[in-house]
């Protein structure tokens, strides 16, 4: 009997998905949990469907995350916030008190949680799907005792005083969201997505916040072409932008920003 991998390379590539071979070896794998589901996985990859959401996880700093459609799969440029943490806060022992803004699966909370010992969390999100998700990531890796998950629209009514604040905020503007690849178009959240007409509104409104609840550093993913607009816009809010770091294709990604 032929190999049914190879039948799946050659329908994927005809559906026009961008890595084929990659894909069946991850599908292929995750069926290993369940025998005979492959056929049923290839055929929703074939409708471009993500890897992620078929086989419900995807890995964010070496750690496993659970993911399902309603929730941002987590993105390897997105790493460059836990770098730049790095970077700005060597000392791993460190307690600090760390803000994840718009936490979606809670995979910036967990890694830094997992990579500062000392360290407390809170995550807000306004999808209480996210909510949902990111509280199963947060006890899988053991962190429920210094993570806390809140229903929440960015900083509104929440306590000042914090020394880290991560986000990765919705920033593609509305008009370019019909010619995004339909792996995320038609299927991940518009609300993880969607920046408003320019894509700078989240960035807009956590910049009006930082002022009043950041003791010490912001770090803010942004997208390719938008770092002059969010300089000029992080100034005009009062903050100074100590430096954008890029990611690792080159593209300025994260803002570092504070008080
Ligand atoms: C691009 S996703 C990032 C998710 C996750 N932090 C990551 O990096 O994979 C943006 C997240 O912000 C949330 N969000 C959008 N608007 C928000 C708001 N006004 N207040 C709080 N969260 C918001 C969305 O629900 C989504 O989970």
């Given at each position: 009997m032929s190999d049914p991998r190879q039948d799946a390379i050659r329908r994927l590539t005809e559906a026009g998905v961008d890595s084929p071979r990659l894909d069946v070896r991850l599908l292929w794998n995750a069926a290993q949990r369940n025998p005979g589901i492959f056929e049923s996985y290839v055929k929703r990859r074939i409708r471009h469907e993500p890897v992620a959401y078929i086989v419900g996880y995807k890995e964010f700093w070496s750690l496993e995350f659970s993911v399902e459609p309603g929730v941002l799969i987590p993105r390897p440029a997105t790493e460059t916030v836990i770098e730049q943490v790095f970077d700005a806060y060597p000392d791993i022992g460190a307690p600090l008190k760390i803000l994840d803004l718009g936490t979606g699966s809670g995979c910036l909370l967990t890694a830094l949680l997992k990579e500062y010992p000392n360290a407390r969390g809170v995550g807000i999100d306004e999808s209480d799907k996210a909510l949902m998700v990111a509280a199963r990531n947060i006890a899988s890796h053991g962190?429920?005792?210094?993570?806390?998950?809140k229903h929440g629209n960015w900083m509104e009514n929440l306590e000042e005083g914090w020394d880290v604040i991560v986000?990765?905020?919705?920033?593609?503007?509305?008009?370019?969201?019909?010619?995004?690849?339909?792996?995320?178009?038609?299927?991940?959240?518009?609300?993880a997505l969607d920046g408003g007409p320019d894509g700078l509104d989240s960035i807009r409104a956590l910049a009006a916040g930082f002022r009043q609840h950041l003791t010490g550093t912001a770090f803010v993913e942004i997208g390719a072409g938008q770092a002059e607009s969010v300089q000029a816009l992080m100034a005009a809010a009062g903050l100074?932008?100590?430096?954008?770091?890029?990611?690792?294709a080159g593209i300025p990604r994260v803002v570092v920003t504070g008080p």
């Open positions: 962190l429920q005792t210094r993570a806390e998950l986000s990765n905020p919705p920033y593609i503007p509305t008009g370019d969201i019909a010619g995004l690849d339909p792996d995320v178009r038609e299927y991940e959240p518009t609300g100074s932008v100590h430096h954008i770091a890029p990611d690792l």
